[in-house]
């Protein structure tokens, strides 16, 4: 069981907008701590895709965005195109633990 | 270019050790953390720990605490990770990642994964 929550899948149609949520709690996204977010292809090691919530690191497209408010984050990616087809992961700090934690990872099918 | 470069495959039996290595290269290795991470056969990324280059200081994961170890030799650039009392649930795919601190908690670059297998 994942500190944050992450739907297991979603998908879209090239083209599309899609959006993945990661919930947390008052020790980690809540207590103000960053989110970042990971793109893992099949058979690679991840990816930094999203960092400090909304920021991407250069050669990331701009159609990639992060948001965070409260206790959740959430990435969209825009015009779906079939190389998005991946996991997506979101990671921050908890307190609580006094350590990183990981969504459970969302696959995203381009259909 | 930034790279970092992990040991081969490595299959272990229960209650045995694992060390497997990270060796960076195309920064200054003591100016950055290290962490790892694993990931289990079709499951989620879990972190392990961090261990800083610059003067082995550690945070490791309350649920590997007593078991995981984590070096660096800043000679050779190189990190390792020693994972004690192997269990058939620590087969995963090892990553090391590199940490810039000045960005937060997370991890800017990744090694390319050495899966440790534990199996009698």
């Known amino acids: 069981q994942s500190v944050l929550t992450q739907p297991p899948s979603v998908s879209g149609a090239p083209g599309q907008r899609v959006t993945i949520s990661c919930t947390g709690t008052?020790?980690?996204?809540?207590?103000?701590?960053?989110v970042h977010w990971y793109q893992q292809l099949p058979g690679t090691a991840p990816k930094l895709l999203i960092y400090?919530?909304?920021n991407r690191p250069s050669g990331v497209p701009d159609r990639f965005s992060g948001s965070k408010s409260g206790t959740s984050a959430s990435l969209a990616i825009t015009g779906l195109q079939a190389e998005d087809e991946a996991d997506y992961y979101c990671?921050?700090?908890?307190?609580?633990?006094?350590?990183?934690?990981f969504g459970g990872g969302t696959k995203l099918t381009v259909l | 270019q930034v790279q970092l470069v992990q040991s081969g495959a490595e299959v272990k039996k229960p209650g045995a050790s694992v060390k497997v290595s990270c060796k960076a290269s195309?920064?200054?290795?003591?100016?950055?953390?290290i962490s790892w991470v694993r990931q289990a056969p079709g499951q989620g990324l879990e972190w392990m720990g961090w261990?800083?280059?610059?003067?082995?200081?550690?945070n490791y994961a309350q649920k590997l605490q007593g078991r995981v170890t984590m070096t660096t030799d800043t000679s050779t650039s190189t990190a390792y990770m020693e994972l004690r009392s192997l269990r058939s649930d620590d087969t995963a795919v090892y990553y090391c990642?590199?940490?810039?601190?000045?960005?937060?908690?997370?991890?800017?670059?990744w090694g390319q994964g050495t899966l440790v297998t534990v199996s009698s």
């Open positions: 990642a590199r940490n810039p601190a000045a960005l937060g908690y997370l991890s800017d670059y």
């Open positions: 261990i800083s280059a610059y003067n082995g200081n550690t």
């Open positions: 195309g920064y200054t290795f003591p100016t950055y953390d």
């Open positions: 008052s020790s980690n996204i809540g207590a103000g701590y960053d």
């Open positions: 990671q921050s700090y908890d307190s609580s633990l006094s350590g990183w934690v």
């Open positions: 400090g919530n909304s």
